[in-house]
């Protein structure tokens, strides 16, 4: 179990690093801006899925531990154990950010935080609960036992990648809430106020995904 912890932990940590310092660094509220934090985050997702899945999975989201321990593929156990990984990662990577930040005090406080400041909550809690569902639906279907697991990153990338181009410009795009718990906690104010959309959408819309996914996609059968 530590060996798989620890695996959730590393995955997690490349994952919210290399997304979030793309957000701060190099994305800009353009397309071509979107276009790269989006890619950002669907090949961080793809190079730590390879690197650790064959330990852990490579879950390295909460809301995909949920839908997995949901349709039984871990063990209640293993589903604290990987959330409490994914948020320590996602908590280093956020950090390690913030210290690369610190000689750039315009950038200091920004972490790639989720927010809905353009939207109503509502609208950006629907619009969390539908990504997210996409994006775990696309998962657990990689990852069901009909599928090619050597492409199951790939897979899972690729979503990632789409529900970005997508939600980018609406809440920053979550559909993991270790990777919105994480900078809230530093950036604290109106980010850690808002961290609540993007903690109960995800694990709403995985919810749904978990439940799509076993009784009409067979993706447990």
């Avoid at 718990?181 to 995985?206: M, N, R, T, Y």
Wanted: glycine share 10%; aromatic share 10%; charged share 10%.
């Amino acid at each position: 179990m530590f060996i798989k912890a620890m695996s959730e932990m590393i995955g997690t940590f490349i994952l919210v690093f290399i997304g979030t310092a793309t957000a701060v660094i190099g994305g800009k509220e353009t397309q071509i801006g979107v276009l790269l934090v989006s890619l950002a985050f669907g090949l961080a997702l793809i190079a730590a899925s390879y690197s650790v899945s064959r330990d852990s999975g490579a879950h390295l989201n909460p809301a995909v531990s949920l839908a997995f321990f949901l349709n039984k593929r871990i063990e209640l156990n293993v589903l604290v154990y990987y959330v409490i990984s994914q948020l320590v990662g996602a908590c280093a990577g956020s950090y390690t950010l913030k210290l690369l930040l610190t000689s750039n005090p315009n950038a200091s406080d920004n972490l790639g935080q989720n927010s809905f400041d353009s939207v109503g909550p509502w609208f950006a809690f629907s619009s969390e609960v539908l990504l997210t569902f996409i994006f775990v639906l696309i998962v657990i279907s990689a990852t069901g036992k009909r599928r090619n697991p050597n492409m199951a990153g790939v897979i899972s990338g690729m979503g990632l990648i789409l529900v970005h181009l997508v939600g980018t410009r609406i809440t920053g795009t979550s559909v993991n809430p270790a990777r919105s718990i994480a900078p809230a906690l530093f950036v604290g104010g109106e980010a850690l106020s808002q961290v609540w959309v993007f903690i109960v959408a995800p694990f709403l819309g995985a919810t749904i995904a978990a439940f799509v996914g076993k009784f009409f996609l067979f993706t447990e059968n």
